[in-house]
């Protein structure tokens, strides 16, 4: 089939991870997957190549000298440069593409053997969710679970196979190795959804036409095999058989066998004696395709022997080549020799193995006839490969969203005010009949929050309608997705590999030493129970010696801790306290909340039980010191507390929406939540270069994220206080701004993602109220008012039900 043509206007913009192949001076078959990959989507796509980058805690385009040693120096696929972004600093990765809905990363490599492998991938998957960019991954096999040899890989690849159940598409490199993941997954009663997992079998060659081998049948003796040597792969049994086919034929006798490829420790003492022992067998280990190809003029036919692959590249590359080749007869290697050129055996039985070596060396016939068969095939090629990626990614790019039923839509000019109160959107026919409608509820006292999204005309009702139809779609999609993640890894408990830290506990801080350091001592009293517990303290650039303090009092200690170079902000700090490495979840808190010691080991064992949750949330009190006095310690404020649930519910496993529901924080203090460490890194991955307190993302992220995107999402609460704040803030002349703009908003988001509007309402009064005082503050202070985005508090009218005061005496 020819190549598909796309128009520029159709070409899919396509993030390919390329980072593994890059670093590997030895090329793999899976290397071999990506490079070949990455030279076809250049032609059918708008194609990228990234990397994971640990120091920025995201991907980034890959540069100029990775360029080169991807491909080799003067060697780049024509069109395909590197991004212009490459190697710059201070950027959001997600903000290089146009259209991140329309975008599709794609991970390749399996890299589970890695450290921290996994974990990036969580993060950049989790990163590019929250930014609209989907994710599909390349799925190769099943072998570690599959085969004795391999249980030491076992842990890794079953952590490996929870984290890609959270892509939006898996795609499995052949048929047999698709249902094998179906099974793994239906095995454990956790199902694959419906198009999650497509399965796109990899290509046979680079042409569709086989090659024709040159010279004699008869004058060819040599008997090639690439890939490499290890158990599965069955090179032992091979030579094994080998040598006994020499004793019985003379034909075989006059073969002489050349194996190329990396060897493996397990079988290495007894494939060396085998090489050593038979003069007519020659090792190479690792050669480059060059040394490779220059060998194939002579070979008679290939063998791959393997029991167990995904797919079975060195057989696809045999027949590409134009050889017969001896492999298998049962899993994906027999379905990549169905279409002939292959003699297929149990290579599970050495006789057998024997027996086919024998034939293949005695019968020029046989070989002959192969040789026909491949001609006769019109190989799978790597451009067919690219293009079926294509294909898959546009099947699972979803279209616009279509009107959700639990989207209540109400008629301004009809509805009476309770009911339009109680819609999501409610659509008026003039501005003056929405400007009555809240008018109205304001007089008659509705107790409940209003929708932010009142229209005007139908065109913008349906607009609204559509968008807020598409949000809750995302969140009932991210809800299945992390539901199932979380039943597989507490399916997988005690089997998948452990990241070494369960749960760190972070302190930022930033010259608050006296703070940090009676927190740091605090928090040092609860670590000898924990194995599997870090605190870990992130200094701003301090410059009230705080890091001085702690490497006197600390060195020595379980204490890890980290000094920015240059101050970068308070949101900033929480970056970089998302970029640690090696937990599987973080309790982000200040230096001056202090964490309840009563309630420690409840929360990490009832979160050890929830693992795999992508959040916890905390019930917790507050606090009020600007500074600590000479008789105040962690037991003194804490039973100084103000209580902010008092009648919370019972401990356990709540959508965040309930949740949500319990305080009126809605998640704006850092300190009450826990997060799985891949959604803290997505919720504060923002240069955060923005004016302060102008948006959510500059503010309040943490709220922004939770809310946007797991407001369906099952979370761990825990009832009782766990931790108490401080509740004094340094930022008096933001709180106008904080009360009139920010928590409107947060509170509109509450509503869309399902928290209760009754519950709500009288939050939302208590705002209002905050506002004028902060405002009345702000003029006793001589503090101007910061109101510039004057449309932005459009959404404070129908919060407060009144138009707020937005200037201050001085």
Not at 245 to 257: D, Y
Not at 445 to 463: C, F, H
Not at 734 to 757: E, I, K, N, S, T
């Amino acid at each position: 089939m020819p190549l598909q043509k796309f128009s520029p206007a159709t070409l899919p913009t396509i993030l390919l991870s390329v980072g593994e192949t890059v670093d590997s001076a030895a090329r793999s078959g899976i290397h071999r997957v990506v490079v070949e990959l990455a030279r076809t989507l250049a032609t059918v796509s708008n194609l990228h190549l990234v990397r994971w980058d640990a120091q920025a805690g995201q991907l980034r385009p890959i540069d100029h000298d990775e360029f080169d040693r991807l491909f080799g120096c003067g060697r780049w696929p024509a069109g395909l440069r590197p991004h212009p972004a490459a190697r710059r600093v201070a950027y959001r990765f997600s903000d290089l593409w146009e259209s991140p809905e329309e975008t599709w990363l794609i991970d390749p490599e399996v890299g589970h053997h890695i450290p921290d492998r996994m974990e990036a991938f969580a993060k950049a998957l989790s990163q590019c969710r929250e930014r609209g960019i989907r994710v599909a991954t390349v799925f190769y096999d099943h072998i570690p679970l599959s085969h004795a040899a391999y249980q030491a890989d076992k842990a890794a690849h079953l952590r490996y196979l929870a984290e890609i159940s959270r892509a939006d598409l898996i795609l499995p490199i052949s048929h047999w190795s698709a249902r094998t993941l179906e099974d793994f997954y239906a095995g454990l009663g956790l199902a694959a959804p419906d198009g999650q997992i497509r399965a796109a079998p990899l290509a046979e060659a680079r042409q569709a036409a086989p090659a024709v081998a040159g010279g004699q049948e008869t004058d060819k003796r040599l008997i090639l095999l690439v890939g490499t040597v290890e158990p599965r792969k069955r090179q032992v049994e091979f030579l094994r058989a080998f040598a006994r086919a020499q004793k019985r034929s003379a034909a075989a006798r006059g073969m002489r066998v050349l194996l190329a490829g990396s060897l493996h420790p397990a079988v290495a003492r007894e494939f060396e004696a085998l090489v050593q022992a038979n003069p007519s067998v020659d090792y190479l280990r690792y050669a480059p395709d060059e040394v490779i190809a220059d060998r194939l003029k002579d070979t008679a036919f290939t063998a791959f022997v393997s029991e167990d692959e995904g797919f079975g590249l060195p057989i696809a590359e045999s027949l590409a080549a134009g050889l017969p080749c001896l492999c298998a007869n049962f899993g994906a290697m027999a379905e990549v020799a169905e279409g002939g050129g292959c003699l297929t055996v149990d290579v599970r039985q050495e006789a057998a193995l024997e027996e086919a070596i024998v034939r293949l060396s005695e019968d020029a016939d046989l070989r002959l006839r192969l040789r026909s068969e491949i001609a006769a095939r019109a190989l799978r090629t790597w451009d067919d490969y690219a293009r079926d990626i294509v294909r898959e990614l546009s099947l699972a790019t979803p279209g616009a969203a279509t009107p959700a039923q639990d989207v209540r839509v109400a008629q301004g000019d009809v509805e009476d005010v309770e009911t339009l109160a109680a819609s999501d959107v409610a659509v008026f026919s003039s501005t003056q009949a929405r400007d009555a409608f809240v008018a109205a509820a304001a007089e008659a006292g509705v107790k409940t929050l209003l929708p932010s999204r009142l229209a005007v005309g139908e065109a913008e009702g349906a607009r609204l309608t559509a968008e807020l139809s598409g949000f809750r779609q995302r969140l009932a999609r991210i809800a299945r997705v992390e539901k199932r993640y979380a039943a597989l890894r507490q399916a997988l408990a005690g089997e998948a590999r452990e990241r070494p830290v369960f749960l760190r506990v972070v302190l930022s801080t930033y010259n608050r030493r006296d703070f940090v350091i009676e927190n740091i001592k605090w928090l040092l009293a609860q670590l000898p129970k924990h194995a599997d517990l870090e605190i870990a303290v992130v200094d701003n650039a301090s410059t009230d010696g705080t890091a001085e303090a702690i490497e006197q009092m600390f060195r020595g200690t379980r204490l890890r801790w980290v000094v920015n170079p240059a101050n970068v902000g308070m949101l900033g700090n929480m970056r970089e306290c998302s970029l640690l490495q090696g937990a599987e979840y973080v309790w982000l808190v200040g230096d001056d909340d202090f964490i309840v010691p009563q309630q420690f080991d409840a929360i990490v064992d009832s979160l050890k039980r929830q693992r795999g949750v992508p959040l916890a949330y905390l019930n917790f009190g507050v606090y009020y010191r600007q500074a600590l006095g000479p008789a105040d310690t962690p037991e003194r404020v804490m039973a100084e507390k103000v209580l902010l649930a008092e009648r919370p519910i019972a401990s356990g496993v709540y959508p965040v929406r309930t949740v949500a529901a319990q305080h009126d924080n809605l998640f704006t203090a850092i300190y009450i939540n826990i997060w799985r460490s891949d959604v803290l890194s997505a919720a504060y991955d923002h240069t955060f270069a923005g004016k302060p307190f102008v948006d959510l993302v500059e503010s309040i992220p943490c709220t922004k994220t939770i809310l946007e995107s797991f407001g369906e999402c099952d979370s761990y609460w825990h009832a009782p206080v766990s931790i108490v704040g401080n509740a004094h803030n340094s930022w008096v002349r933001h709180r106008p701004r904080w009360h009139a703009l920010l928590m409107p908003q947060a509170l509109a988001l509450a509503r869309d993602a399902g928290v209760d509007a009754e519950t709500l309402w009288p939050w939302a009064r208590l705002q209002g109220e905050l506002y004028d005082e902060a405002r009345g503050l702000a003029a006793d202070l001589g503090l101007g008012l910061d109101m510039s985005e004057a449309d932005a508090f459009d959404i404070s009218w129908p919060t407060f039900r009144r138009r707020l005061v937005q200037s201050a005496s001085k």
